[in-house]
């Protein structure tokens, strides 16, 4: 038994019946152990203690299985920043200093994991199915939240809607996390030009700051949906 087995509970989730969540943890347990190259079908089928079959009748694919992985892994790295909202933060300030934590906190993880998601993006693989997965849409929800939340910013004036600048936005992040870029700066100055006006209270001040941590005001743990366990 692997340390992955030891970690799912083996034989026992053979047993007592598996599910996707089951599943998807234990493909992001092995993903942890080996990294994204040396996720599988057959591996995590191992881990469960169940037949491949059984795997492939929740992940038909093992493109499937990796989207449910790399949703785990953003959702995640994203979860403690979204719960914790600053009073009267703007939003391109918010999105600056996620940024920034991210950065950070990513350069600890595995080194070998943003390239691969960046070649799977590159690729355009799975580009469709992450952008309809759930786990996206619990950041983009934790995200939309501080959005609305900023009663200066005006995404109208850009004439676009909420969801569309939120997930632009969260694509944007992603995009330049895998590729390594030490802040978000383009992306902040878009959002000042598109979401506030020249004479609204604070731009200079936003810009000034944007990508510097601000210590929370408060915490809103359970304003975006928490992810499943902790790594």
């Known amino acids: 038994m692997n340390e992955v087995q030891r970690m799912m509970g083996g034989a026992a989730m053979a047993r007592q019946g598996i ?5 998807a943890e234990a493909a992001y347990a092995l993903a942890e152990e080996r990294g994204l190259a040396g996720l599988g079908i057959r591996s995590v089928a191992e881990a469960c203690g169940v037949s491949v079959g059984t795997i492939y009748n929740y992940f038909p694919t093992k493109d499937d299985l990796l989207v ?4 785990t892994f953003w ?7 979204l719960c914790l909202i600053v009073e ?4 391109d300030a918010f999105v600056s200093r996620v940024y ?12 070998d994991w943003l390239p691969q998601i960046s070649a799977l993006s590159i690729q355009g693989r799975d580009e469709g199915k992450m952008r309809e997965s759930a786990t996206f849409d619990h950041i983009r929800a934790g995200m939309r939240g501080v959005l609305e939340a900023d009663a200066q910013a005006d995404p109208g004036r850009a004439g676009i809607e909420p969801a569309e600048l939120v997930a632009f936005v969260l694509e944007g992040m992603i995009v330049g996390l895998c590729a390594g870029e030490p802040d978000c700066r383009v992306l902040s100055a878009l959002l000042r030009a598109g979401l506030y006006g020249p004479d609204t209270p604070g ?6 700051g944007a990508g ?5 005001a408060r915490s809103t743990e359970g304003a975006a949906p928490a992810a499943a366990g902790e790594r």
């Open 100 to 111: 920034a934590a991210m950065s950070s906190a990513l350069a600890a993880f595995r080194s």
């Open 19 to 23: 599910d996707r969540a089951a599943i």
């Open 203 to 208: 731009t200079e001040d936003a810009a000034d």
């Open 88 to 91: 009267g933060e703007r939003f």
């Open 68 to 71: 449910e992985v790399i949703g």
């Open 212 to 216: 510097r941590l601000e210590p929370p």
């Open 75 to 81: 959702q995640r790295a994203f979860h403690e920043d």
